[in-house]
């Protein structure tokens, strides 16, 4: 019942608005930023969407596609990227500018992701400061960050397990430099 209701919302989106234009295509019950649907496309739909991408190998069977030329794919985008791992999209991150004083263009990129997706961390992108928050859609983890010192903002569609490892990574890296730390007096 509830994906649903998230699929309606994200027919709904206001057409027009700046992320509805371009991640409108999350009528599955993953996130599926420009079509690329989060766990589930393949890395040749990536190569296919993001024309003219550099390709850079990160290890084993990961790769990271990246084009500065995204303003096709999402107005005032300055770089667009997706990770494949072996032949599936596993992450898929957007930077765009902010939009000016105000921060209007992040605003407004979270009221899309609001009425699309179930926030389940941070809050309203604010006119000055430091602004985060956090959706899930399906297997997918959607972040947006908008730091208060940066003239962009950025929003990554993460596939679940992906986004557990990463977190799970970093607070193992905390531990080992807290065990450091105490080790060390």
């Known amino acids: 019942m509830l994906d649903r209701k998230w699929r309606n919302l994200a027919v709904q989106a206001v057409a027009g608005g700046l992320l509805a234009v371009s991640f409108g295509q999350a009528c599955a019950a993953n996130a599926a930023p420009f079509g690329l649907e989060v766990g589930v496309a393949s890395c040749d739909a990536a190569r296919a969407k993001l024309t003219g991408a550099e390709e850079r190998s990160l290890g084993g069977q990961d790769v990271w596609l990246e084009t500065t030329e995204a303003e096709d794919l999402y107005p005032g985008a300055t770089k667009v990227g997706a990770r494949c791992s072996g032949d599936r999209v596993i992450a898929v991150q957007v930077e765009a500018t902010k939009g000016g004083m105000g921060n209007g263009g992040a ?31 399906g297997n997918s983890v959607i972040e947006q960050s908008s730091p208060h010192l940066s003239f962009e903002f950025t929003v990554t569609y993460y596939e679940k397990s992906f986004y557990d490892a990463i977190k799970a990574s970093n607070a193992n890296e905390q531990k080992n430099k807290n065990r450091k730390k105490e080790s060390a007096l």
């Open 107 to 137: 605003q407004q990129a979270y009221s899309t992701l609001a009425s699309k997706y179930k926030r389940v961390a941070g809050a309203p992108m604010p006119s000055l400061g430091d602004g985060y928050a956090r959706f899930v859609a």
